[in-house]
């Protein structure tokens, strides 16, 4: 399996751009299924995750022309020719599930294997399930939790929908599958990520009514049909606080291109607290970790606009070696700490409870062999290999592959030593 070799890193310099966002690219790529028209999608980042949902929409009957080194994906669906989605894509992403909405919407049938959970939770979707029996969809599913979920529909109708919980995939499923259902939907406590209003904005620009997108209140008014469009995919909010804390933890002054300032609001206000000099120019945001001395401060994640669970542990990595205890508390994901366990490796003397992880700050920590135990857990420990004595050997990479674009590359531009060694 291949590994990333990371040296301590002088403070990184220079400049970086940010790709586009994962999570805003995969739920476009399944709400161009409800056009027969191409779309095409621009910004696309490289990233394994993009590749499976290409393969994804090709097993459906979509014709995919994706030219990521352009970071462009063009999608068309003449015709659906599959209404079950492949085990052994779902298996490796779990936004397959994405697909579900706009199958019914088109086609009336979607079969899709119960997305497995992963390292960081459960990862139910009974929200999802909610909001589609809300429009009509009938669901069967199997009763000992093991097969796939067959859902058929024979007429769409908009409804009043509550959200328990602000769930991000459940908002975007009943979203894309009213765009298309007849009368009015409306989602109360809906999810109000920066993703979101990106997905409305291309349902939007397809012919779709969706109103409220980025609020908890999200109204959708069903069309006939929907028309092909082109899309920029918003920058990738979660990549541009990864290195945001990047600069501050090797107190370094860096550059970040293709930023949006709104977006990483809970981060900026953070990073300050912590001591951080950040801001913006006509180039993007400049973000300085050289200028104050950096202490520790407090982090409990929630939904948008509270900071944001996937920056949890890129940010435990700078309260690691800031001085001062701190307090990290997880409220989205039950099983968010894996990290923990690799940061102590390295001499964090780190302790969790529970959803709450005490930090002592302050360390210097020692080049040690870790595993990314999950995507943005990869990264937290490239951030501490930066920073620690001696070399810092990453395995399980794989994680990192799916979800940051030119990772490596970007770092080696900023003047970190990290190499990729193949088994
Ligand atoms: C999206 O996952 C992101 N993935 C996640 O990013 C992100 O961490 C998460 O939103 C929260 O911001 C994509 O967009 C592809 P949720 P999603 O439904 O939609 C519980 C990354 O690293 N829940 O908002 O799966 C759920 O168990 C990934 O890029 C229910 O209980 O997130 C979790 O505890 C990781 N029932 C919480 O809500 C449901 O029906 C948040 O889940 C649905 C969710």
């Known amino acids: 399996m291949a590994k990333f070799l990371v040296q301590k890193s002088a403070p990184l310099k220079g400049e970086v751009e940010i790709s586009g966002a994962k999570n805003a690219v995969l739920p476009i790529m399944a709400a161009a299924l409800l056009t027969d028209d191409l779309c095409t999608i621009m910004e696309a980042p490289a990233l394994r995750d993009v590749d499976v949902m290409c393969e994804l929409l090709e097993s459906l009957g979509a014709e995919v022309n994706a030219r990521l080194d352009e970071n462009i994906v063009e999608i068309q669906t003449r015709e659906i020719t599959e209404y079950e989605a492949p085990f052994e894509l779902t298996k490796k992403m779990r936004a397959s599930i994405l697909v579900m909405g706009p199958l019914l919407a088109r086609t009336g049938k979607a079969i899709i294997p119960l997305p497995g959970g992963c390292a960081i939770g459960k990862r139910p979707i009974e929200l999802h399930l909610k909001g589609l029996r809300a429009l009509g969809v009938t669901i069967e599913e199997d009763s000992g939790n093991q097969g796939p979920l067959v859902a058929t529909v024979e007429r769409l109708v908009g409804n009043d929908i509550y959200l328990d919980f602000p769930s991000v995939g459940a908002t975007e499923v009943i979203i894309m599958t009213a765009a298309l259902a007849e009368g009015i939907t409306v989602i109360e406590n809906a999810a109000q990520e920066p993703e979101i209003v990106d997905l409305a904005n291309f349902l939007n620009k397809m012919g779709a009514r969706i109103k409220g997108a980025g609020t908890d209140t999200v109204k959708i008014e069903g069309v006939e049909r929907l028309h092909g469009v082109s899309h920029h995919v918003i920058p990738d909010r979660i990549e541009a606080g990864t290195f945001m804390v990047a600069s501050v933890i090797t107190k370094g002054n860096i550059l970040i291109r293709n ?35 950096i202490i520790s401060t407090d982090i409990k994640t929630l939904p948008y606009p509270g900071f944001p669970t996937d920056m949890q542990s890129p940010f435990m990595a700078l309260l690691a070696v800031s001085k001062g205890p701190s307090v990290v508390i997880e409220t989205v994901f039950e099983n968010r700490f894996m990290h923990v366990a690799e940061f102590n490796r390295m001499g964090a003397n780190i302790k969790t409870d529970g959803n709450c992880a005490i930090i002592p700050g302050g360390k210097q920590l020692q080049g040690a062999q870790v595993v990314a135990t999950d995507l943005r857990a990869g990264a937290a420990v490239i951030l501490t290999g930066l920073v620690a004595e001696g070399t810092t050997e990453v395995s399980e990479i794989y994680h990192i592959d799916r979800g940051y674009e030119k990772f490596v590359d970007k770092f080696r531009g900023l003047g970190a030593t990290i190499i990729r060694i193949e088994d």
């Open 259 to 293: 930023i949006l300032p709104d977006h990483v609001k809970p981060v900026t206000a953070k990073l300050r607290e912590c001591g951080a000099e950040i801001y913006m120019t006509d180039d993007g945001m400049v973000v300085r970790g050289d200028v104050n001395p």
